[in-house]
């Protein structure tokens, strides 16, 4: 029997805690209920103060993922170039080469000497010929003036003659 009491005795003793547990249960349910709403109208403010700021984030990672291509566009465009610029320097290369070997061989000046005073040699011919046709006009000049002033003079001749001729 004592056992029957005991159990009694627990079942009564579980009855009183289990209604203080649940007047404390349902205080802590109404709490939180509120605590709740009141998350629940937070969420809404800061979302509805967030919107414009998230509206921007949006706008700006869609540009930024637009830039992304555009710089990987750009990225493989430099990449070509790099690789035209890489083949022109050898190009460039290759005449600075051929250049430098010409160079060399124009740097041989024994040629370039003998054309000088052959240029020279040329030179004073040109001017020992001037000077020949020079005497030579003054000659042929001098002879048409002597040949004119002697046509002349056999003119004169020839008309005093004619004159003494029909005067006799």
């Known amino acids: 029997m004592e056992a029957v009491v005991s159990t009694q005795s627990t079942g009564k003793n579980m009855t009183t805690s289990l209604q203080s547990s649940k007047s404390q249960l349902d205080q802590m349910h109404e709490e939180i209920t509120r605590t709740l709403e009141k998350i ?10 967030m919107e414009a700021p998230l509206a921007e984030y949006r706008r700006l990672r869609d540009r930024l993922a637009e830039l992304e291509n555009k710089y990987q566009s750009a990225g493989s465009t430099v ?6 610029l890489a083949q ?8 600075k080469a051929q250049m430098d070997e010409k160079g060399t061989t124009m740097t041989d ?15 004073n011919e040109l001017v020992q010929m001037e ?14 003036v002597n040949d004119k002033t ?5 003119m004169r001749i020839d008309d005093q003659f004619h004159d003494l001729k029909t005067a006799f």
């Open 40 to 49: 629940g109208s937070r969420e809404k403010y800061i979302n509805s103060q």
């Open 79 to 84: 990449t070509e170039q790099s690789r035209a």
């Open 131 to 144: 000077l020949r046709i020079g005497v030579l006009q003054h000659v042929v000049l001098t002879s048409k």
């Open 88 to 95: 022109i320097n050898e190009e460039l290369e290759t005449v």
């Open 109 to 123: 000046s024994g040629p370039l000497v003998k054309i000088k005073q052959a240029i020279t040699k040329i030179k």
């Open 150 to 154: 002697a046509m002349q003079r056999d």
